[in-house]
């Protein structure tokens, strides 16, 4: 099955600095990557996705590259504010919106210092 | 957007007991529901993947005589965990996929005592 691998596990920045956060996958059949936040408690939210047909995508302050040749993806987190601090999960899926599972990432704790 | 419902969002139960958790998708239909538990400081760990109608797929290591899953209609999944042990207290949470992409649920945090 697909095993999804993330790093670094916490990640530490000061206010106004960029994030990036890695993630690599092993299932060649996973077109689908979504990036979630998720605050303490809470649900998982979607911040971007992209799908393997693209190599870039980008909405903001927030971006999210692909390689699938190499399978990895990363996000990117620019210009960042103390309330970016929170756990990011990465996934995979054969194909999202539909009904096949995601595979998650172990998570990174992003901490934005003022 | 597509919407999750779970309830309840915390429970509190004695050892030996049984607790239900119910997520409903209220504007889309969700033949497929997917169930995660979450410990704390770690990721979402999948537990198994309902379908309406039919036998739910555990995933590896999951107890399905413990986790009861049940998925008798196109809007609503259950989890049971049954005789409920201290060692199950855990965040659980569930997810759909709506044609937009994968909905979560509120997530429930189950404390045995």
């Known amino acids: 099955g697909e095993n999804v691998e993330q790093h670094p596990s916490t990640l530490s920045v000061q206010e106004g600095d960029s994030a990036v956060i890695k993630c690599t996958y092993s299932?060649?059949?996973?077109?689908?990557f979504p990036w979630y936040k998720q605050e303490l408690g809470k649900r998982p939210q979607l911040i971007i996705d992209?799908?393997?047909?693209?190599g870039e995508k980008k909405d903001q302050r927030i971006a999210v590259t692909l390689n699938k040749t190499a399978k990895h993806f990363s996000l990117h987190i620019t210009e960042t504010q103390p309330e970016d601090s929170a756990v990011y999960l990465c996934a995979a899926s054969p194909s999202g919106g539909s009904n096949y599972k995601l595979t998650f990432g172990k998570g990174t704790l992003l901490t934005v210092n003022p | 957007g597509a919407v999750v419902s779970q309830h309840p969002s915390w429970v509190i139960c004695k050892s030996g007991t049984s607790v239900k958790i119910e997520c409903r998708s209220l504007?889309?239909?969700?033949?497929?529901m997917f169930w995660y538990r979450q410990f704390p400081k770690q990721s979402l760990m999948l537990m198994a993947t309902?379908?309406?109608?039919?036998?739910?797929?555990?995933e590896q290591g999951v107890e399905k005589d413990k986790f009861l899953i049940n998925h008798a209609s196109l809007t609503l999944s259950t989890l049971t965990v049954t005789s409920a042990h201290p060692e199950d207290s855990s965040f659980y949470i569930c997810?759909?996929?709506?044609?937009?992409?994968?909905?979560f649920g509120s997530g429930t945090r189950l404390t045995v005592v």
């Open positions: 997810s759909a996929s709506s044609g937009q992409g994968y909905t």
């Open positions: 309902s379908n309406e109608g039919s036998k739910a797929t555990y």
């Open positions: 299932d060649s059949a996973s077109n689908y």
């Open positions: 504007d889309f239909q969700a033949t497929t």
């Open positions: 992209i799908r393997s047909n693209v």
